[in-house]
C-alpha cells in the first residue's frame, strides 16, 4: 500500500486471524507468535539488506505478528475488543512512546524491526486489560 503501509498490513493482519481462530485457541495463537516472531527477525533482515533501507514500509510483517499477538491476547475474544486492540496498537506504533523509539533508532536490522512492534503490542495489551478492569472491576 502506497500510503499508511504499516496500517494496511495491520489491517490485512485482522481477516487472517479470524481465519485462524476457527480452527485455533486463542491460546495456541499467542504460542504461535513465537517462531513467526523469530522467523519475522530473520526475514524483515533479509529484506532490509536486499533493500538496502532500515524498516522499508513495504515490511509489514512485524505489524501483521504484533496483531495477531494482540488480538489473541486481547480481554476478551470479539469484534469489540478486536477493534480496541488494533486501533490502540496503531496508535502505539505510530506514536512509538518511550522506549519504543530509542529501540526503533538504536537496534538495526530484522531484530529491531520486530522488537518495536512488539513493545507496541505490549503497550496495547496493557491498555487493553487495564480497561477491561476498569469496567468490569
Known amino acids: 500500500s502506497p500510503k499508511a503501509p504499516g496500517t494496511a498490513g495491520s489491517l490485512a493482519a485482522v481477516p487472517l486471524y479470524w481465519l485462524m481462530f476457527?480452527?485455533?485457541p486463542a491460546?495456541?495463537?499467542?504460542l504461535f507468535c513465537l517462531p513467526l516472531f523469530a522467523v519475522g527477525v530473520w526475514l524483515c533482515d533479509r529484506?532490509?539488506?536486499a533493500l538496502g533501507v532500515q524498516d522499508h514500509p513495504a515490511i509489514v510483517w512485524d505489524e501483521m505478528v504484533a496483531v495477531w499477538l494482540v488480538l489473541a491476547a486481547c480481554p476478551q475474544q470479539g469484534w469489540l475488543w478486536w477493534t480496541v486492540g488494533v486501533a490502540l496498537f496503531?496508535?502505539?506504533d505510530i506514536w512509538k512512546p518511550a522506549p519504543i523509539r530509542q529501540l526503533d533508532e538504536q537496534l538495526p536490522g530484522g531484530l529491531g524491526i520486530m522488537l518495536d512492534?512488539?513493545?507496541a503490542a505490549l503497550y496495547t495489551l496493557l491498555v487493553c486489560h487495564v480497561l477491561a478492569w476498569l469496567l468490569n472491576p
Open 90 to 92: 496503531r496508535l502505539f
Open 47 to 49: 529484506t532490509t539488506r
Open 27 to 30: 491460546p495456541l495463537i499467542m
Open 117 to 119: 512492534d512488539l513493545l
Open 22 to 24: 476457527q480452527v485455533l
